[in-house]
């Protein structure tokens, strides 16, 4: 499959960022780019591109190739885009447009680090680049918190987002035994469930919420909803509910665009950076109860992507190692791909990296597998924690008092 | 101001947690329980009320005297009440009743851990066993993470909510700066700004979010909202905003309640747990403007006070800390009082504890010193980030790209 490296093609290299940042997406970034010094005989000047494709349409290029060492590091353990991101999905025109730009750069190594679409841009300009006889070696790098790609065992920046909610999770059980009520928190995915499921990461005994678990796999029933938190509610005096942003009826219809007014140019609901569907929700259950119940939403929204400080030091090295490998491979030779992960088979958490083709990726995503979601749809399974446990990292330990009851006195 | 410990009156002991949880009031706790443990001569068993006041009331009380040193370590370090938590300020007679309870139980030593409702809950059980010639040594323990209580220099609590709120922001600047637009965060605290004015406490750079704070403590303009917004997206083309949730017009009356109609039995509008104010304010700002601009707006909610693995090591400290001087006192043969922290004068950061009246605490709260807040009321002073810093603990580090142009190319 690779040429020798002395065969390689000589030239610069462009490397962008693209889509909803994570806490790791710098850690590809600069894993990339030292690696690509590494190869100076090769790759002459590593540049990066402001904002994705938009930087390279309007050659709002920098120049790292020579960016110390120590501030790269510094930027690899920094949450969101330190390049900048873009949700522009080029045309096939505009495709063509950066070709020229980067050919004019004598640009042939492009590295394109994001999701599914990402992995597209790169296919379509790869693409031109062959039609063209230009030798341009093109990689996706992954990324997404929704965990989403296809043919990768896990994508990078899931483990660490995993983290931030399996921990909110945490402390908001504890929240929730110290002022008993009905607590709803709202999670990023508008397709995939993964992140929400993540909430159930950090149980920490049998009665640990949340207890309930709403993913966009599932098609959601108001009427078994409030029935399933009625139920929850009755046993326990509180219960705490995961719900995916994305939730929607059997007929497709997303809930939050039930309700909502939000909807942008495209016909699409905008989903974060809003607490409209945990209000919702929250109305739900406080009109189906009687009595008074506190009852309680929270859209943990952007916090989930890019909060500075907890990152899950797995996802941390495979996001650096992912971005090393696509320039290992490009400059051994290896025309185009993109790196998914394997796990090994085994006990314990091991896993290897594959070269795998730009179209095993691109376009189409990813669900949640059957078997991680429980038989009535509103949790997750055992199967779901053995798979994404090993992700996050160490969680926190915590503690319950052992509640030795004192006897009660006649007054 | 002692009496001797030989002289100190032997029986039990009840401590209670009240209120809104934080991340270390378990630490004042178990600093509290293990204190008391070295006095066994004079506090023979060491009780907790289950969710505070409610838990003497109904004699939900555990027996903590034998539990296990590692179980309540495990305790020390996890979010919010452990002994269950309470938002019931008691009556007088209620106070009487906890009294005869607290009597029957042969409890000589009450202890109180909570903000300024807690100590007057404190004062007054204290006063009904003066009026009944019985020796109930009764202590307050501070925690709030609004930090207003009166006569300290800060409050057990604060420290580590302003650190997730100041690591939450270090975050949310580098997402603002990868996909560029206008974003508000809504930060807890109804009537004091300090957690607000904690979002600016890791500002990683001159152009570093937020540029814009909106405390309770200054009367809230929407015009003058729209028009600092306008300005600051004008120059960076971005803008991020930190909101207090109990943001207020002139007249006092809070934005929240404007619009809401969640208001309780007794007029509160309810301002956490609720996505409504951060999607108003987003509104006032889209219809502000002509263009199509990216708005999005979190509320951080419960995570604030609860997020589990986010704690200042100087907060956990120092909750640990009052906890124990507490009991200390009281075994001394102190009847009453409140432990406050006063900074030490000079560089550095350094503390020294205070025994204070339980009055000096009780009933009224206390608001940002004027110093704090910047002349147009929009943002926080260096002397807040010199006076809050410190109590943050270590924030994580973070870097930019130095960003040198690459030369455009014709093409």
Known sequence: MAKSASSANVGNMVIGQSGGPTVVINQSLIGAVLEARRHKKVIQ???????????????????????????????????????????????????????????????????????????????????????????????????TIDNDLRNT?????????????????MGDDMDNRSLKGIKINVIMGRHAGFLTAASALGRASKDAGPHLVYLPEVAFDEKQFVEDVKKVYAKLGRCIIAVSEGIADASGQAIAAKFSKEVDSHGNVQLSGSGALGDLLADMIKKSFTEKIRVRADTFGYLQRSFCGVISSVDAKEARKVGELAVKYAVEGVPEGTISIVRKKGKGYAVDYKLNELGAVAKLTTHMDPKFINKEGNNVTKAFIDYALPLVGDLPKVGFLSGKKVAKKKI
């Open 45 to 143: 000047r590593v540049y990066g591109a402001l904002h994705g494709v938009q930087g390279i349409l309007k050659q709002e290029l920098i120049d790292l190739t020579d960016e110390p060492k120590a501030n790269l590091e510094l930027v690899a353990g920094t949450p969101a885009s330190a390049l900048g991101s873009v949700r522009k999905k080029p045309s096939a025109e505009e495709c063509r447009a950066m070709f020229e730009i980067l050919k004019a750069h004598n640009v042939r190594y492009f590295f394109y680090i994001g999701g599914n679409d990402s992995a597209e841009t790169a296919h379509i300009v790869r693409q031109v680049a062959i039609e063209a006889a230009y030798d341009l070696h093109v990689f996706h790098i992954p990324k």
């Open 153 to 169: 065992d896990h994508c990078p920046g899931f483990g660490s987002a995993a983290k931030f909610v399996a921990q909110a999770f």
